[in-house]
Each structure stands twice: as structure tokens, then as C-alpha cells.
């Protein structure tokens, strides 16, 4: 794991198409600013376990010979508003 030191308003760069700015730090919190091409996702790391089990789930239906949905269709409830998540929205 590669461990890196900023301040308010530094950036971390991934690649060429990923900046990561440091938006604001209050005691143990840090907010962060991520400019990625919408290609890329990005997740805090409870969303991306909720997916990658929804995921898990999915599949083990589909190989348990339950009939999976229409592509695009699924009988899971819609995901939460990003406000609801305290994911921001892109602009």
C-alpha cells in the first residue's frame, strides 16, 4: 500500500485521468474531491460490498437454475439516492 502525506488542497494523481483533491479536514474526517472520467467508478468501500454481494447473490441464483431477470430488470429494490449515502453527485 503506498502511503502518501497531503494537505488542504493538494491533489493525488492516478494515472492520467484521476485526480483526487483534498477538499476539507475536520478532526478525523477528510472530504475528498475525485475527478474521474464517468468510465470509472467510484465507490466508498461499503457501497462497493453491497454491490459486489448483490453480485454474488445474483450469480448463485442464476446457478442454482433460478430464472434471472431480463437484462436490465431485477427484483432488487432500486439503489438509494446518492444524498441518501452521503455519496455526492458529478456534476
Known sequence: M??????????????DDVKITIVEVKGNHVKLGIDAPASVKVHREEIYERIQ??????????NAGG?????????????????????????
Do not use: F, V, Y
Open 53 to 62: 454481494q448483490e453480485n454474488r447473490r445474483a450469480q448463485a441464483m442464476q
Open 67 to 91: 430464472a434471472s431477470p431480463a437484462p436490465g430488470q431485477t427484483d432488487a429494490p432500486p439503489p438509494p439516492d446518492p444524498g441518501q449515502t452521503g455519496e455526492e453527485k458529478k456534476p
Open 2 to 15: 503506498l502511503l502518501l502525506t497531503r494537505k488542504l488542497g493538494e491533489n493525488i494523481r492516478i494515472g
